[in-house]
């Protein structure tokens, strides 16, 4: 069986290919991840994705590299990772009361060459009080995650309602993952 590599450092990610079964490696891809003027957050990621994915395979040939990048947009805006603790409020605080879609790249290089994709999930946040925003900013928890919260944890009080793959709010929607495994190496796709 060719060696499955992930090309992230997000623990996040790791846990869940773990949890879905897989036995691979983990290698972060060094790239630039600057966003192009006038580039569409789908188009972001999915392009992140596949940059990730093929610097990595260019260095392990005959591997099955998996690439993904995370971001939340609200009304057009990319919510990356905060720079800072005011950044991660600034966000929460547009976030507030608000739905907002979470994008996930996925590119996956393998024998039969390379294939993309974008999940996108619907996520409605209610109204934050302030309470509870300052205790979540002085955890320090949304510092490492795109749009300044992780909805496995904490911020999960917040989130009465999601429409799409819950994992993709994670970082990594398994289903889709598996799929597009699929179409680059049959050793890894549904059975």
């Given at each position: 069986?060719?060696?499955?590599?992930?090309?992230?450092?997000?623990?996040r990610?790791r846990?869940?290919l773990?949890?879905?079964?897989?036995?691979?490696?983990?290698r972060a891809?060094?790239?630039?991840?600057?966003?192009?003027?006038?580039?569409?957050p789908?188009?972001?990621v999915?392009?992140?994705?596949?940059?990730?994915?093929?610097?990595?395979?260019?260095?392990?040939?005959?591997?099955?590299?998996?690439?993904?990048?995370?971001?939340?947009?609200?009304?057009?805006e990319?919510?990356?990772k905060?720079?800072?603790?005011?950044?991660?409020?600034?966000?929460?605080?547009?976030?507030?009361?608000?739905?907002?879609?979470?994008?996930?790249?996925?590119?996956?290089?393998?024998?039969?060459?390379?294939?993309?994709?974008?999940?996108?999930?619907?996520?409605?946040?209610?109204?934050?009080?302030?309470?509870?925003?300052?205790a979540?900013?002085?955890?320090?928890?949304?510092?490492?995650?795109?749009?300044?919260?992780?909805?496995?944890?904490?911020?999960?009080?917040?989130?009465?309602?999601?429409?799409?793959?819950?994992?993709?709010?994670?970082?990594?929607?398994?289903?889709a993952?598996?799929?597009?495994?699929?179409?680059?190496s049959?050793?890894?796709?549904e059975?």
């Open positions: 069986m060719r060696p499955l590599i992930l090309a992230s450092a997000s623990p990610r846990e869940l773990a949890q879905a079964g897989f036995t691979f490696e983990v891809a060094d790239i630039d991840e600057s966003r192009h003027a006038g580039e569409l789908k188009d972001y999915r392009r992140l994705a596949l940059e990730k994915a093929q610097a990595i395979a260019a260095r392990n040939p005959g591997a099955v590299v998996l690439g993904a990048d995370t971001t939340v947009v609200l009304e057009g990319v919510l990356n905060p720079a800072d603790r005011a950044d991660a409020e600034r966000m929460l605080r547009l976030l507030s009361g608000r739905t907002h879609q979470v994008h996930t790249g996925l590119a996956v290089v393998g024998a039969l060459g390379h294939q993309s994709h974008v999940e996108t999930t619907d996520v409605v946040f209610r109204v934050i009080a302030e309470d509870e925003l300052a979540y900013l002085a955890s320090g928890d949304p510092m490492d995650k795109a749009g300044a919260y992780g909805i496995q944890g904490y911020a999960a009080r917040w989130i009465p309602r999601i429409e799409g793959d819950y994992f993709n709010v994670v970082g990594l929607p398994l289903a993952v598996v799929r597009l495994l699929g179409t680059v049959s050793e890894y796709g059975r």
